[in-house]
């Protein structure tokens, strides 16, 4: 059952490479989506959308019943939610939805700073590409209060294929820390197997075609075959968020005391990257270390698309 109105005011708060396509998915199915970046060229690559594009946080959070974030960091976080309107309407129920990747602690913290204010906090962490979300082919695990997963069930189905309720707490966050180890070590681990092949004799579209066809075939693997083909490491989701995720993978497991040695040894791969000035290309650039061991990109442009 549909519990959340086509016409409930939405507050969209991040509108990069990966909020962008949320937000405008969310606009297209119906529902009044006013969205706030402090980066122009965000907001101008939503130009022809049906968003009501703002110029201050305030003055897209003023009367919206939900506010959905996507950005980069706690402290980007931070100075959304101390934008002066944002507890104005939470006697009426108001809810913050996070796409953010933050750390548990940063996510608890959070929590607990909008409960104060009354204000329902529904942690949703984003499982796919902005090329995916640009097509709805993304995936949604939450984590927060259930009523506020139910109400605003019909936002995730506008803007993703499938969404889960993994906890009341921050279990999403937790979940996707730990998915983002999966996928970082994949692309580093799928780079080396390319490089053996090439080395081997094997074309690098022989190989993945072959891979393609065997049970370690999978979505990711796809999504990149193109990208590693080509060359081309225009970003679908960058290095330098690649190299965040890992670093909060590795504060999470040192407070956990567990230890992850593999992270470590990516997560070095992918600094190694970022010295030599590739944090804007799509992570899989890491392929360029082995293919271009003097520093300069053997790929195509770094500029986004």
């Known amino acids: 059952m549909d519990e959340t109105p086509r016409g409930t005011k939405v507050a969209f708060m991040g509108l990069g ?35 009501d594009v703002v110029d201050t946080a305030a003055e897209a959070i003023q009367g919206a019943e939900a506010v959905l974030t996507c950005v980069r960091s706690r402290a980007d976080l931070d100075a959304i939610l101390a934008a002066e309107h944002l507890a104005a309407d939470a006697g009426s129920g108001q809810t913050v939805l996070d796409f953010s ?36 082919q993304v995936s949604f695990f939450c984590s927060g209060p259930k009523e506020a997963y139910e109400q605003y069930t019909p936002l995730l189905e506008a803007m993703g294929r499938n969404h889960v309720w993994v906890g009341g707490q921050d279990e999403a966050r937790a979940i996707k820390i730990a998915v983002n180890v999966l996928v970082g070590i994949g692309m580093a681990s799928l780079v080396e197997a390319v490089t053996l092949a090439e080395s081997l004799g094997i074309s690098r579209q022989q190989f993945l075609d072959v891979v393609a066809g065997t049970p370690l075939g999978s979505p990711f693997f796809a999504a990149k075959t193109p990208a590693l083909i080509a060359q081309d490491y225009r970003p679908a989701a960058s290095l330098a968020l690649m190299t965040k995720d890992l670093d909060l993978a590795l504060d999470a497991a040192q407070q956990a005391g567990a230890e992850l040695p593999v992270t470590e040894r990516a997560l070095q791969q992918y600094r190694l990257c970022d010295q030599r000035g590739w944090a804007e290309r799509d992570f899989a650039c890491i392929d360029d270390l082995y293919t271009s061991p003097s520093g300069r990109p053997a790929g195509g442009s770094t500029d986004e698309e």
């Not at 907001?43 to 022809?48: H, V």
């Open 17 to 51: 490479r990966l909020g962008g396509p949320l937000a405008t998915n969310l606009a297209a199915a119906g529902f009044p989506v006013t969205g706030y970046d402090p980066d122009p060229a965000a907001t101008e690559r939503l130009t022809g959308s049906r968003i």
């Open 101 to 136: 990747t933050i750390s548990t602690t940063d996510s608890a913290a959070c929590a607990e700073r909008l409960s104060r204010e009354g204000v329902r906090y529904l942690r949703v962490a984003v499982s796919g590409s902005a090329q995916a979300a640009a097509t709805r």
